[in-house]
């Protein structure tokens, strides 16, 4: 493999990953089977902790740490071997697990076409939407300027 | 000699009942849920998160209830229950650049790409009560424009692509963690946002405050205040890149201060930065007006004024620090105060006798005792403040 298709693969597992996360529970176990989910083992118990959330000096500059946030982490095995690994904000640790066997999925190119039909897409697209109104609100608080002229020339 | 007194345990146990059956209220009230809290007084689950140093709405909210309301109390919580936590690393650092903006104002520019987008904001309200809001109310539903925002780049940019304004070069060092290392002096920049991040409003409002009257002034301009959420990611060793996480809401302000030139540097405006989890505006731009009157001595300015000594200011920025210390002067200090009575009516004999001496009676007293008393008293204090 050539070093631009790992990374491709890389930036393509990045964005299904990106959906796992913002997946809520139940968008994530609505997406597989329950014999998936009995099948999967642990790697790796999964957990909640901390990741320290680093800003830049001015925005742009030197980094710093901000603060810590709250984040779920899962490793798993499924069945059949393949290997899943999950980080989510938060304490969900039963959402992280199923982030985790979803990743694991979406890494057999047999299973990706359907992770992404029932989970990455319909995530994204909900994402999007609500990304849309959000900014189409603040856009509704653009202020426009206009000029009072004033006595005549 | 240490003497424990023990005998407090059953007024502790029905103290802590009678906390608990305050903090219900009356029974006849719905009791309020930890999403009620997490979705309506979003603001001060903000500030327990911010101040927490711990992003976690779910956990601000339940601290929120617990404390009673008492933001200080649920602060205290949030760090408590941090250090149950293992940390399984640190993010890259946030693209504020790349923030989704629900708001993003400058003082500075009038017309500016993105534009003026006020946002969910207090300004420009006449701050009358609202009593609608003693009943339930259906806020009608946003407007929306037709159009989504256009992208909104930082405005210090715009200077920075002149060279009128200081850069900050990203020096790609490892950052301070005052959380793991014990802060030192003189502390770097990165330590100072560190502890500015997590301070105190209050004080930092305060302080950000004096700078204007006069305390170390910086003749600042709200460069940008923005508010949105940003992408944050996590490298993981098990996989070999950045794994994204979610989003969190920031509030960033950037500050543009008095300039200075030098003889190899022309004159151009320097920079103050604050960003906080949350939207905490007020605290952020604080924050920039602190974190820029710590660079005083750095930028070669007249200094002295309390804002501009990073031992006073970031030795008492911590509300749970600071908390604990002045708290604590509740708790029992009776061996203490026995100790300084003792000394105190030692003193007023002594006093007595030297008078007397004065007056031609009677021969001199011991200081040498007053000192053994107080030394004593010195000890006592000592323990108790361990």
Redesign the interface.
Do not use: W
């Given at each position: 493999m050539t070093g631009s298709a790992i990374d491709s693969e890389t930036a393509a597992r990045r964005r299904a990953m990106a959906a796992f996360a913002a997946a809520t529970p139940a968008e994530l176990a609505a997406a597989f089977d329950a014999d998936t989910i009995a099948g999967a083992r642990d790697l790796r118990p999964a957990e909640a902790g901390l990741v320290m959330v680093r800003g830049r000096i001015g925005g742009g500059g030197s980094a710093f740490n901000l603060g810590e946030a709250t984040v779920a982490r899962a490793s798993i095995r499924l069945a059949d071997g393949q290997t899943g690994h999950a980080y989510r904000l938060g304490r969900d640790v039963a959402a992280a697990r199923l982030a985790a066997i979803a990743d694991a999925l979406w890494q057999d190119p047999a299973r990706r076409p359907s992770i992404e039909a029932a989970l990455v897409a319909p995530v994204e697209a909900r994402l999007a939407a609500a990304d849309d109104a959000a900014s189409r609100r603040a856009a509704a608080t653009r202020v426009d300027f206009f000029t009072m002229v004033r006595g005549e020339d | 000699m240490y003497v424990a007194v023990k005998g407090g345990e059953r007024a502790i146990d029905n103290a802590h009942r009678l906390l608990a059956h305050e903090r219900r209220g009356d029974p006849a009230i719905a009791e309020i849920a930890p999403e009620q809290i997490a979705g309506q007084l979003t603001l001060a689950v903000d500030r327990v998160?911010?101040e927490g140093?711990?992003?976690?709405p779910?956990?601000a909210a339940i601290a929120i209830k617990q404390a009673r309301g008492d933001l200080i109390e649920a602060i205290f919580l949030v760090r408590a229950y941090?250090t149950t936590?293992?940390?399984?690393?640190?993010?890259?650092?946030?693209d504020?650049?790349a923030m989704?903006?629900?708001?993003r104002v400058s003082a500075t520019y009038?017309?500016l790409p993105g534009?003026?987008?006020?946002?969910p904001t207090f300004d420009y309200t006449h701050r009358l009560i609202d009593f609608d809001l003693a009943g339930t109310t259906t806020p009608a539903a946003?407007?929306?424009?037709?159009?989504?925002?256009d992208p909104a780049p930082?405005v210090?940019a715009l200077l920075d692509g002149e060279g009128l304004i200081e850069?900050?070069?990203?020096?790609?060092?490892?950052?301070?963690?005052?959380?793991r290392e014990p802060l030192a002096f003189p502390a770097g920049?990165?330590?100072r946002?560190?502890a500015l991040?997590?301070g105190d409003e209050g004080f930092l409002l305060a302080l950000g405050y004096s700078t204007q009257r006069g305390y170390g002034r910086t003749h600042a301009f709200a460069g940008e205040i923005r508010i949105g959420d940003v992408?944050?990611e996590?490298f993981?060793e098990?996989?070999g890149?950045?794994?994204?996480?979610?989003?969190?809401r920031?509030t960033?302000c950037?500050m543009v201060n008095q300039f200075k030139g030098s003889a190899t540097v022309p004159p151009q405006f320097t920079?103050g930065?604050g960003?906080?989890?949350g939207q905490l505006e007020r605290k952020a731009m604080s924050m920039a007006l602190v974190d820029r009157a710590l660079r005083a001595e750095d930028l070669g300015e007249e200094t002295g004024s309390p804002a501009q000594d990073q031992e006073f200011v970031l030795s008492h920025v911590d509300n749970v620090q600071a908390t604990g210390f002045v708290e604590h002067l509740k708790l029992p200090h009776y061996v203490d105060f026995q100790a300084e009575l003792g000394l105190v009516r030692q003193m007023r004999r002594e006093q007595a006798a030297a008078q007397t001496e004065a007056d031609g009676r009677a021969e001199a007293d011991k200081p040498a005792e007053a000192d053994d008393l107080a030394a004593t008293a010195a000890t006592l204090d000592r323990e108790a403040a361990e």
């Open positions: - | 998160m911010a140093s711990l992003y976690d779910e956990i941090r936590l293992p940390r399984f690393g640190c993010s890259q650092p946030v504020t650049g989704q903006v629900v708001r009038k017309d534009g003026q987008v006020l946002g946003p407007a929306e424009a037709a159009a989504p925002l930082h210090t850069s900050n070069p990203d020096r790609a060092a490892e950052p301070g963690d005052l959380t920049r990165d330590l946002l560190q991040a997590r992408e944050v996590v993981a098990e996989l890149f950045a794994v994204p996480l979610g989003r969190l920031v960033e950037e920079r930065y960003l906080t989890f």
